[in-house]
DNA sequence: ACTGCTTTCGGGTACGTACCCGTAAATATA
DNA sequence: TATATTTACGGGTACGTACCCGAAAGCAGT
């Protein structure tokens, strides 16, 4: 069992070149002090041995540390869905942290796009070397992608996407895709003309996600040819009684709902209304692998659960600025997330 | 931007010790020659700094390289299922592979009893430091693995497990709970009294696997008090005519059937019978992501595929070899896979 | 006390890369 | 031509661990 000895190194570029080591590090650096004819001649060596720096001894010998931030929203009583990201942030340092890699959080405030400029502020007087974020605010986050883009600092988005800018990547749902699936769930055993309520529950200033998601849901009907009343409505104020008097309304208004999908995380507190007022044989679908969701989906109250792995998405998110800033490698610009559909029967299996 | 300082090496602890830095490491590999008092107060200072090796300067350091085998069936024109997996462990060995891990692959014929024995005695005869095998047939891989055990080489299941035997893990399908998760989907939209029809299409000698799904399949019945009547067909050809004709049969025979479970990856093949045979409004189900599949998923005469992340499966079992090997860390001794749900609407985002 | 053997331990080099420091050569300035 | 400045490069050490080799210490038997 001995190491594998076709391997090629800077010491065999240095004899073939017939220069120092430290001149092939100069080179392979990009820095200076090497004449071009030396140069040239040291990067066709590095061409013709296919040269893979071994990222072990490099990591080891280098002293400076690199540092990620992570701008997203503080876990809040509101919805602790940013739990997932944060274990997922956790377990990428954790693999990487002997590489000489940190991570620092900075947490917004969903309910305050003032917390948020404050944060990324903080994160450009810092001076970090690469930034995972969640683009809450939408012009907010143009403005501080701007700056990165400026300084060099790659940037990753999570969650939701904001296509213009130069990001290294979006690592997150195709929401517009994930509304169509929710919609053709719903619709799976819908009956023929019966209405279909879309419930939207958000405090949050921002609701780009939402409409996209559905967009997604109404073209799946446009698509299959369904021409089932779609009833939708806001709320804004998210606590139960709020939510139980818009949605006694609703059904009040309308007497035929037979489904209803909403459109995050926050359709437990439908399902408990649901269950309250005594109303069966109503599909309910919504998002997220959060405890409050998977009891009612356990009871049947909640017939499917969307999920875009949210923990997945900040660890590969971690990873991806690991693979730029350390290994050099390129990242795929858009990597979406798979829209995973959880069941009562499969749920204690689901990996967020 | 420094390096954390706070970081205690082998050095300091040899300095505190008044000993050497190769006493340090005798003691750190439990090597021999070193006296039971001093061995006893370097534990002590490594447990008191809470000493974490340093993977990659050990990995720099290292000579010997480790060697992992992978007993896996072949890839035929039978299926390309096991293409999936073979993409996992590349993966994981180009991850790994700077640590100085090697993977081996042994293929053998699921047709074929006595290629798995040939290759497992292969594998014993290299001297491998881990294994990772798809247990396809029962009696052979519990003898291999006992001897895999004798000589303390760590074994990982995937695909499918033998809980009995000491494995450092299975990773793979709950293959109960899937055939379970297969009739919720089936039954959505079922109607009261119709039949339900279950196909095993396998040439396979062992079929270990069918069996566990379709108790998972006829218990979700049982749970649910539907007393929809169960036709069941099992076809040793795999072939579209064979196929066809019995289906053709089963038709004859039971004029009700509303729905049909496929156990296996070759759903595509009543899926094309189906096609052929203009039978619309029959509910198909059935497993993997694999093209052909797709395709019927496409078209819609499939319904849903259940899938269970091959890829996934085999680049997690090469990195718990790896982690229990080189970093020496516990492994999960069972990882249940996710039971994934595929739909027209969200397979162009699976993960396999 | 001498030889031979075992146990216990330390010095030192190697892994492949990063990077500091010093110096020779090339070029510019006087 | 002499001196200052810049450019080009090499020697050598460090990162933290593994492991070879040799030596000192301890112990046995004579």
Redesign the pocket.
Known sequence: ME?DST?F???EI?RRA??????V??V??NR????????KKINEIIKELD????I?????????IIILAILIPRVSEETDFWEAPLRGIQRAEAEIKQYGIQTINYFFDLNDKDSFIKQSNLILEKGVNGVLLSPSFIEQSILFTQECQKRKIPYVFIDSNIPEQHSLSYIGPHLFKSGYVGAKLLTYRVKSNNKVLVVNISKEIENYNYLQIEEGFRTYFKDNHMDNEIVRIDMKETDYLSVARHMTYVFHMHKDIEAIFVTNSRVFTVASFLQNSHRKNISLIGYDFIKENVQHLNTGVIDFLICHKPEEQAYRAVMALYQTLVIGSSVEKIQYMPIDIITKENYEFYQN
Chains 1, 2 share one sequence.
């Open positions: 190491k391997y190194g800077v010491k240095a017939n220069v120092s080591i430290a001149t590090d100069r392979i650096h200076t002090g090497v004449s071009e004819k030396t140069r040269y893979q720096p071994n072990l001894a490099s990591r080891l010998a280098s002293k400076n």
